[in-house]
């Protein structure tokens, strides 16, 4: 078998979601020039929001990176619908996430983890990326976690 983005999706048993269209006025993702610009993904599952969480108090590190690994995969599923094919992506750039924390958790860059472990599983060494890790009063829907991406398109 070809070591591709989908047949590694298929060997971690994960099939894309329908991407879920956006809340407000903007539009989920952006191409221009090379690069692709998906924005924020939320922990949307198949019935519908999950992990409505505040980390440090509802949530600890392993829930939260639960989390920010399905919003991971969501972005992929924007990818997917903004690109076609996932082997047009030639590298995932730079990861932004959000985590929904108390004042005293610190472990932000932990729960990004969630993330950024999912995509280098799925991308392998175009899944290395830059990234921030940033703790917030909240977020939409009382969500714990949301992440946002840029690839760059072969």
């Known amino acids: 078998m070809t070591d ?3 047949s ?3 060997g971690l048993g994960i099939t894309l979601p329908t991407p ?3 809340a407000a006025n903007y539009v989920p993702f952006v191409k221009t020039g090379s690069l692709l610009f998906i924005s924020g993904q939320v922990p949307m599952g198949p019935g519908g929001l999950e992990h409505i969480a505040k980390v440090g108090a509802d949530y600890g590190v392993a829930e939260a990176q639960a989390a920010a690994k399905l919003c991971a995969i969501n972005i992929l599923a924007q990818a997917k619908a903004a690109v076609g094919d ?5 590298r995932l750039v730079k990861l932004v996430g959000f985590v929904n924390s108390t004042p005293d958790f610190t472990d932000q860059p932990k729960v990004i983890n969630g993330a950024s472990d999912f995509f280098v599983e799925a991308m392998g060494d175009k899944g290395k990326h830059s990234r921030s ?3 917030v009063a909240s977020l939409p829907f009382g969500v714990a976690v949301e992440v946002e991406a840029i690839f760059e398109l072969a």
Do not use: F, K, Q, Y
């Not at 996932?86 to 030639?90: G, H, Y």
């Open 86 to 90: 996932l082997e047009t992506i030639a």
């Open 8 to 10: 590694r999706l298929a």
């Open 133 to 135: 890790a940033v703790g």
């Open 20 to 22: 879920s269209v956006p």
């Open 4 to 6: 591709t983005i989908e």
